[in-house]
């Protein structure tokens, strides 16, 4: 019995083209398809020779389609995902390689793309096109800069703005910090909104988790 492959879209012309390119590729040889333009009817199709599973998730929400492909782990653990979509948001491509996905495709992807994605799939690996790399790249980068920004203003923090932090993330209130202090809750308070306004964070609890993830208080 041949592996299958499923292929969801919207469109039925759509599917019938890829059935034809996969052909065209070698992959009829080896493998069936089953297609599909109803997201409903994908748990019906899920089953142990089901090996790979090619999603376009055009029209979806990002929560739709990450719940869709929750059910369908949950159905075949072993499924390989391969993601075809427009939204190449960062975070959300994350959540979608959380969920158990192989490849991410975006809209830049061509034939030549496509087949070789599905053949790294096929053989076990993730695969990633070039703008999903460099988007991936340029988001771990930015993440980098922006924490060493923060930590390099941590430095700027006054012996007075380091004290008061110690005690933010002790959780310790304004008029406790002030009494320990011997200054006034206003004094703490602009002390408060100083650190937040250098480590660049928007409230207390953002600055107690960004202290205790850095290190920064004992």
Not at 79 to 83: G, P
């Given at each position: 019995?041949k592996?299958?492959?499923?292929l969801?879209?919207?469109?039925c012309?759509?599917?019938?083209?890829?059935?034809?390119?996969l052909?065209k590729?070698g992959?009829?040889?080896?493998?069936?398809?089953?297609?599909?333009?109803?997201?409903?009817?994908?748990?019906?199709?899920i089953?142990?020779?089901?090996q790979?599973?090619?999603?376009?998730?055009?029209?979806?929400?990002?929560?739709?389609?990450?719940a869709?492909?929750?059910?369908?782990?949950?159905?075949?653990?072993q499924?390989?995902?391969?993601?075809l979509?427009?939204?190449?948001?960062?975070?959300?491509?994350?959540?979608?390689?959380?969920?158990?996905i192989?490849?991410f495709?975006s809209?830049?992807?061509?034939?030549?793309e496509?087949?070789?994605?599905?053949?790294e799939v096929?053989?076990?690996r993730?695969?990633?096109?070039?703008?999903?790399?460099?988007i991936l790249?340029?988001?771990i980068?930015?993440?980098?800069?922006?924490?060493?920004?923060?930590i390099?203003?941590?430095?700027e923090?006054?012996?007075?703005?380091?004290e008061?932090?110690?005690?933010?993330?002790?959780?310790?209130?304004?008029?406790?910090?002030?009494?320990?202090?011997?200054i006034?809750?206003?004094?703490?308070?602009?002390h408060?909104?100083?650190?937040?306004?250098?480590?660049d964070?928007?409230?207390s609890?953002?600055?107690?988790?960004f202290?205790?993830?850095n290190?920064?208080?004992?």
């Open positions: 019995m592996t299958e492959i499923i969801f879209d919207n469109h012309l759509y599917l019938e083209a890829m059935g034809c390119l052909d590729n992959f009829g040889e080896k493998y069936s398809y089953t297609i599909t333009t109803e997201a409903d009817e994908l748990e019906n199709l089953k142990e020779e089901s790979i599973a090619v999603l376009n998730i055009l029209g979806f929400s990002t929560n739709d389609a990450l869709m492909i929750e059910k369908l782990m949950g159905l075949n653990a499924l390989k995902i391969i993601i979509s427009a939204n190449i948001d960062v975070k959300n491509i994350k959540k979608f390689f959380d969920r158990g192989k490849s495709l809209k830049s992807t061509d034939t030549a496509f087949v070789l994605a599905l053949n096929i053989a076990g993730i695969f990633l096109n070039e703008e999903i790399k460099n790249y340029n988001f980068c930015n993440l980098e800069n922006s924490n060493e920004k923060k390099g203003s941590f430095e923090l006054t012996v007075r703005e380091r008061v932090l110690d005690l933010i993330c002790e959780g310790f209130r304004t008029k406790e910090i002030a009494d320990k202090l011997f006034s809750t206003h004094t703490v308070e602009t408060r909104r100083k650190i937040m306004f250098k480590l964070v928007r409230n609890s953002m600055l107690v988790k202290a205790v993830d290190h920064l208080v004992n």
